[in-house]
């Protein structure tokens, strides 16, 4: 899972080590709530620290860990009430080395230097990691337990013969100053046989408050000292039936958190019981990753009704009101482009000066393309910049009309460019983008049409194979092990634009050279255009598949509900992908607008939420041929989005990735102020227009992920409605302008 190292905003923040385990790390200035003064006093929060592995990285290196600290804002609730929260203050732990939590924000390192003890002094703007003590050998060999793990001052472990063990630390009287030691816990309850067997055997094990927990095959026993010392313990089952869960933990008495997996994909799940425990929040976040380590207060009060913050109280002033947006008029009389335009480059990105343009559509396609070439469009030629542009003819062809009528007035158009390099490799360009032809009726572009057409692509030319290449197809297996495969696993969205180059059967080819063949790199070499004559494309089906889009997001933080509109048609634009023979990449995008004749999306979601809205959309694999003057001169694949399309039994829409990590009080601190803005209580707000931020992981399909973006209309909005609590604002901004400009999406706090 290589390409899930890339960076978050929960997971962003970089810190300078300027001394592992031995001295003050250096982190950012948030400092989170202090953990409770003394025993007596409950807390409405809680600490939670998670040990991050570096995603399949596959490396035992010093720096391959992160401690990262996060604060649990209800956890007497299970998470019901309030999120778990990243302060982004993270350290770094050697990966050789097993760390447990103590009492109060403490730790023990244990690593083959010995043992160290930290505590975490970020809410005096201190480290997560201040140095407290250094313990001397008391022939304890904490790196060979099967299991370690603590209960206030008790350090807890099973050895690798099955023995059950119980430590405290001591100063002694004969110790220097700074420096510690252990001692056999005085009160060590004697576990029997099955108590031993279901520890040694389970996934999970932690304790709170003097009791044990394990977790194994989804149940969940609680285990409690019966009597005096040396009793034993006696057993409780409080939870059965979780099937997905892979760990846990107890952030104080009555309240278990598990989470799913260990990675993005997994899932935390709140529960509270005093004896068999109820399911509080099936979802408090997505994406925790790594081995959870808590830090349980002495005793737990009900959520306060503040806004969870992490650092000093966020700056609420000078914010201007959003206005809440009407429906446009329908369809305003546009002025859309007929025109389309781009800029085609060898590999090495210079120019590629002087070539054959041939421009089709996507959606038509030629009963004979041989004779009849209705998908042709027109021919250009690329100036000396590589830049090149197209007017539509005045009288398009019948097809090609009634194919953009039916996509909401926009029309697909391809643009290719195909030679040969002076080494004699065959080369080809692929540039898609949209045109808004007249309407015969109207004599003026669709307001649809209109909005989607004339972006200006620079497109880099590709090594294309020979026009007889069967191309190899993988296996479910092959695309399993993809980075589509990933993005798509992960609960928590894409991290961003995907890689340059993309494999469709394994994993992503990071430093990939797609020039480099039969050992010359051909990316600078001259490409000349084949022979003049008439030239045009044949494509051969090869396969489809219906595959759940990203074509909506709303977010609802505190005291706040989110809706998504996306009703009666499609109104999405989506990468469409190409290979020479090898690998992909995505190159420029087509538009679809067909109906849909369903009403989908989701109303009221909230607060603490942020969900992104899928649609089942059909995709279709093709070989095409390039052809000039009669002879076939090259071939390459693509990967093209067709229609939406509802699977036999399948849903219209449904809940696509959790995206809460975009909003809160990281993400305000961090927003430009100019994008900020807040709604009155009890009013909302929403986007009608223009067009969403561009989903870098929208869809993972063939093997290949690909990204989408939406056009905002009457039938497509995000929306978020205020509740009516006033001790705070409900504020939101834009991601790429003020709200009340071209926000894209707009975020919650």
């Not at 100063?171 to 420096?179: A, D």
């Not at 309850?189 to 927990?213: C, F, H, N, S």
């Not at 040396?230 to 059965?240: D, E, L, M, N, Q």
């Not at 090149?388 to 953009?404: C, D, I, M, N, R």
Request: hydrophobic fraction near 35%; aromatic fraction near 8%; charge should be neutral.
């Amino acid at each position: 899972m290589s390409s899930l190292k890339r960076s978050r905003r929960r997971h962003s923040t970089s810190v300078r080590t300027l001394a592992l385990l031995t001295g003050a790390l250096t982190v950012p200035g948030v400092s989170a709530p202090a953990p409770a003064a003394a025993a007596a006093t409950c807390s409405s929060t809680s600490n939670v620290y998670v040990l991050e592995e570096e995603p399949g990285s596959g490396k035992k290196n010093y720096f391959d860990r992160t401690l990262r600290k996060y604060v649990d804002f209800d956890p007497q609730g299970g998470g019901a009430n309030a999120p778990l929260v990243s302060t982004d203050h993270t350290a770094k732990i050697p990966w050789t080395a097993k760390i447990v939590t103590g009492r109060a924000g403490k730790f023990y390192v244990f690593d083959r230097s010995g043992v160290k003890s930290y505590r975490d002094a970020t809410a005096e703007g201190g480290s997560l990691l201040q140095p407290v003590s250094t313990f001397v050998d008391a022939g304890i060999e904490w790196l060979s337990f099967e299991k370690i793990w603590t209960s206030g001052d008790t350090i807890y472990a099973i050895d690798r013969q099955g023995a059950f063990k119980a430590y405290m630390e001591t100063s002694g009287t004969k110790l220097p100053p700074g420096q510690k030691t252990f001692m056999t816990a005085p009160s060590l309850a004697t576990p029997d046989p099955a108590m031993l067997q279901d520890l040694r055997a389970a996934q999970d094990v932690w304790a709170e408050g003097g009791k044990i927990y394990s977790l194994n095959g989804g149940v969940i026993k609680k285990y409690a000292k019966s009597g005096p010392i040396g009793s034993g313990y006696g057993v409780t089952v409080i939870a059965t039936n979780l099937k997905d869960a892979v760990q846990g933990w107890s952030p104080g008495n009555g309240t278990v958190y598990t989470t799913t997996s260990r990675d993005y994909s997994g899932i935390v799940r709140g529960y509270t019981g005093t004896g068999t425990l109820s399911s509080a929040n099936p979802n408090v976040m997505s994406g925790l990753f790594g081995q959870v380590l808590s830090d349980t207060p002495e005793c737990l009060a009900p959520a306060t009704d503040g806004k969870p913050v992490v650092g000093p109280p966020a700056d609420e002033t000078g914010l201007p009101a959003a206005t809440a947006e009407t429906d446009p008029a329908p369809e305003p009389v546009p002025v859309g482009p007929r025109v389309v335009r781009g800029i085609f480059t060898l590999g090495n990105g210079k120019p590629a000066a002087g070539m054959n343009v041939l421009l089709e559509t996507t959606d038509v396609v030629a009963e004979n393309p041989a004779t009849a070439g209705t998908a042709v469009l027109g021919t250009t030629t690329t100036a000396a910049d590589g830049s090149w542009s197209f007017t539509l003819p005045e009288q398009l062809p019948a097809e090609v009309t009634a194919s953009a009528a039916a996509n909401g007035g926009a029309l697909n158009v391809s643009a290719t460019v195909a030679g040969t390099t002076s080494t004699g490799v065959p080369m080809v360009g692929l540039d898609h983008t949209v045109a808004a032809p007249e309407d015969p009726v109207t004599n003026k572009p669709t307001a649809f049409g209109a909005a989607v057409s004339g972006e200006q692509h620079t497109t880099a030319m590709i090594p294309a194979a020979a026009p007889e290449t069967v191309f190899s197809q993988p296996t479910a297996q092959q695309e399993a092990s993809t980075y589509a495969a990933e993005q798509a696993a992960s609960s928590i969205g894409s991290a961003g634009p995907a890689p340059s180059w993309q494999s469709d059967n394994a994993a992503s080819d990071a430093g990939l050279n797609p020039y480099l063949v039969n050992g010359s790199d051909v990316s600078g070499e001259r490409v000349t255009p084949y022979a003049s004559g008439t030239c045009h494309t044949q494509r051969i089906f090869l396969s489809s598949r219906i595959a759940y889009t990203t074509v909506a997001e709303g977010h609802a933080f505190w005291d706040t509900y989110a809706t998504v509109d996306y009703d009666n048609k499609l109104s999405t634009a989506v990468d469409v992908a190409v290979s020479g023979g090898g690998d992909w990449k995505a190159s420029g995008s087509v538009s679809l607008a067909s109906n849909s004749g369903q009403s989908t999306g989701y109303t009221n979601q909230g607060p603490y939420f942020a969900r992104q809205y899928q649609v089942p959309i059909e995709y279709s694999k093709y070989k095409f041929t390039y052809y000039c003057g009669g002879i076939a001169k090259n071939s390459y694949q693509k990967i093209i989005a067709e229609r939406y399309k509802v699977p036999a039994g399948g849903a219209v829409g449904k809940m696509g990735a959790d995206v809460r990590y975009k909003d809160g009080y990281n993400a305000y601190v961090d927003s430009p102020k100019n994008n900020r803005a807040y709604v009155e209580p009890g009013s909302h707000f929403r986007l009608s227009r223009g067009k969403s931020a561009k989903w870098g992981g929208a869809v993972s399909v063939f093997g290949v992920s690909l990204g989408a973006s939406t056009t905002y209309d009457r039938d497509h909005k995000q929306r978020i409605t205020a509740g009516k609590k006033t001790n705070y604002r409900h504020i939101i901004w834009g991601g790429s302008g003020p709200v009340s400009g071209s926000p894209c999406l707009f975020f919650s706090f």
